[in-house]
């Protein structure tokens, strides 16, 4: 049990790590609940608990970033959890089979949404400056953006896995801000989806808190380092690296789900 409990730290570490930069934690943490022997339902959820801690690391690292977006970051986090809720219920009601075999296509997408909007951002003309501007000042008047965040809230409560880094390219379109913004934005998002689908989980499921404690203590100390790690790196480079490791998960999760099921 010693070596389990080193073992889910560690890929807490690392797992809050990505949380907090691409929103790829279960990327690592929920390979490692399957691994020390959980079903994948229960690893799910067991996960999403646990992916509370690197929010709350996350968010208190990123104050710099998220100064003078709380009104705006409000809004879609209120999106955000209005399908949060809905996708929970989803996951409790659906057979594991079926939530298993959709998620590799909605991961995959949103490496692809993701590498199309850092081709967006690339262009440093002042037309394309003023049409980004004008898209985040009427965001509310898109439907894509409000459907877009609801779906994603929807996605997470329901799987979690990648989840944030589906929120990554959302925002990345519908918004004009720097990417470390984006990044903070979505980690509160995230947190706060987090949290509620656990809160959901308590009184409709079950959670495997023995685990959630050590894994829970590595996203906590990942999800803090991470956002500092964001403000020093490059990002055209790791906006590259998050989408070919979306692509990455999503293959590995297709191959396990439709050919190892």
Same mark, same amino acid.
């Given at each position: 049990?010693?070596?389990?409990?080193?073992?889910? %730290?560690?890929?807490?570490?690392?797992?809050?790590?990505?949380?907090?930069?691409?929103?790829?934690?279960?990327?690592?943490?929920?390979?490692?609940?399957?691994?020390?022997?959980?079903?994948?339902?229960?690893?799910?959820?067991?996960?999403? $608990?646990?992916?509370?801690?690197?929010?709350?690391?996350?968010?208190?690292?990123?104050?710099?970033?998220?100064?003078?977006?709380?009104?705006?970051?409000?809004?879609? $986090?209120?999106?955000?959890?209005?399908?949060?809720?809905?996708?929970?219920?989803?996951?409790?009601?659906?057979?594991?089979?079926?939530?298993?075999?959709?998620?590799?296509?909605?991961?995959?997408?949103?490496?692809?949404?993701?590498?199309?909007?850092?081709?967006?951002?690339?262009?440093?003309?002042?037309?394309? /400056? /003023?049409?980004?501007?004008?898209?985040?000042?009427?965001?509310?008047?898109?439907?894509?953006?409000?459907?877009?965040?609801?779906?994603?809230?929807?996605?997470?409560?329901?799987?979690?896995?990648?989840?944030?880094?589906?929120?990554?390219?959302?925002?990345?379109?519908?918004?004009?801000?720097?990417?470390?913004?984006?990044?903070?934005?979505?980690?509160?998002?995230?947190?706060?989806?987090?949290?509620?689908?656990?809160?959901?989980?308590?009184?409709?499921?079950?959670?495997?808190?023995?685990?959630?404690?050590?894994?829970?203590?590595?996203?906590?100390?990942?999800?803090?380092?991470?956002? %500092?790690?964001?403000?020093?790196?490059?990002?055209?480079?790791?906006?590259?690296?998050?989408?070919?490791?979306?692509?990455?998960?999503?293959?590995?999760?297709?191959?396990?789900?439709?050919?190892?099921?």
């Amino acid at each position: 049990m010693l070596l389990t409990f080193i073992f889910l %730290i560690i890929a807490g570490i690392v797992a809050g790590l990505l949380a907090s930069i691409a929103g790829l934690a279960s990327l690592v943490s929920y390979p490692a609940l399957l691994i020390v022997g959980l079903p994948p339902v229960i690893a799910n959820i067991t996960n999403t $608990t646990a992916l509370i801690f690197s929010g709350i690391g996350s968010m208190s690292s990123s104050l710099r970033e998220l100064r003078g977006h709380w009104k705006e970051l409000l809004i879609y $986090t209120l999106l955000s959890l209005i399908g949060s809720i809905g996708g929970s219920i989803l996951l409790l009601a659906a057979p594991a089979s079926s939530f298993e075999k959709v998620v590799p296509f909605f991961i995959f997408f949103a490496g692809i949404l993701l590498f199309m909007s850092g081709r967006k951002n690339a262009g440093p003309t002042s037309k394309l /400056k /003023k049409v980004s501007a004008k898209t985040r000042n009427k965001w509310w008047l898109s439907l894509f953006s409000l459907l877009g965040i609801c779906l994603v809230g929807a996605y997470t409560g329901y799987f979690g896995a990648a989840g944030g880094v589906i929120f990554l390219a959302i925002l990345s379109i519908i918004t004009s801000h720097d990417f470390a913004t984006v990044n903070a934005m979505k980690n509160t998002i995230a947190f706060a989806g987090n949290l509620v689908a656990a809160i959901i989980f308590v009184f409709k499921s079950h959670i495997d808190w023995i685990f959630v404690a050590p894994l829970g203590f590595g996203l906590l100390i990942g999800g803090y380092l991470g956002p %500092i790690i964001v403000r020093h790196v490059n990002i055209h480079l790791l906006r590259a690296l998050i989408s070919l490791a979306a692509f990455g998960l999503s293959i590995y999760l297709f191959i396990t789900a439709y050919f190892f099921s």
